[in-house]
């Protein structure tokens, strides 16, 4: 299993509902897109979110797959469209594990 996390810091000002149709839009990928065990994107509740306060969880089969998915173009149309407006920053942590 190759788990990737991504950190974003919102932009200030940013409508609730912008956000909540990016969120959406990135969580309908999992229905269409092969390799993708589990995908979750949820406000970043952490005490200390050092101003990181929306979080991507997603699983995939292999690294290969995340690859995949990460260059796939819808996956970057909605990175483009609807979720870059949106962020002002981003961290990545990515690894791999042999339980699910």
Known sequence: MFHRTILFALKSGIALDRVRIARESLQRLIESMPGVDHLAVVH???????GYNLA???GFETKTAAEIFFR????RRVWQQELAPLVDRHLTADGESDVG
Not at 44 to 50: F, G, I, L, R
Not at 72 to 75: D, L
């Open 44 to 50: 970043n509740v952490a005490s200390d979110h050092q």
């Open 72 to 75: 796939h173009p819808e996956y």
């Open 56 to 58: 991507l969880f997603s």
